[in-house]
């Protein structure tokens, strides 16, 4: 398996797809969702038209799911059980970015978690949070349960606007370094990630020790 950095959210809906996108592009990385609950809206489709060059740096799933729900529900519906200790991972040179789907403690399959699939495979992870009333609670459970699993956290990225007490108080308490940060992008395209990746290039590849080319 190449080197790989699991993209790990402290819930659903928190900027993880659009984070790996320009993280992707930062780094020169490729992707890949091993678990894609939801056939109409794939987060892979929507790297893939993010990415320069999105098509080749972009990895089919290794389970795609039709139910947008729980990985676990979905499967039940599916008829399908979920076991990655057998997935076939992606052939790259590059680093590869694996996004897990919803929460750390989300379940995987009908007994696994996401942090059960990255502790199995452990991967460097980074944390994608957002500041918003309850962050700060949520996102050092989250660092609390990587850190009990043995996970190494490579760094936090917020996705949105920043919030310098919450980040402050978060780095300081948990000992995880703020990495990067994501505005807001109203726009959404291959230029606005290429520009928010050239704003975060320099510090992301020191804070990750990935060499610049």
Known sequence: MNYSIAILGIHTGIGKTVASAVIAEAIGADYWKPVQAGIEERD??????????????????ALL???????????????????????????????????????????????????????????PSILVVQNYLGSINHTLLSIEVLKSRGIDLLGIVICGAAYKSSESFIEQYAGVQVIARIPHIDKLDKTSVQQCANDIRENLQRALNIPTE
């Open 44 to 61: 892979a489709v929507v790297v893939k038209q993010l990415l320069m060059n999105g098509e080749e740096r972009v990895h089919p799933e």
């Open 65 to 123: 799911l039709t139910q947008p729900m729980s990985p676990h529900a979905a499967a039940a519906i599916d008829g399908v059980v979920i076991d990655y200790t057998k997935f076939k991972w992606p052939k790259t040179d590059k680093v590869l970015l694996v996004e897990t789907a919803g929460g750390i403690l989300s379940p995987m399959s009908g007994n696994t978690t996401m942090a059960d699939f990255v502790a199995h495979y452990s991967l």
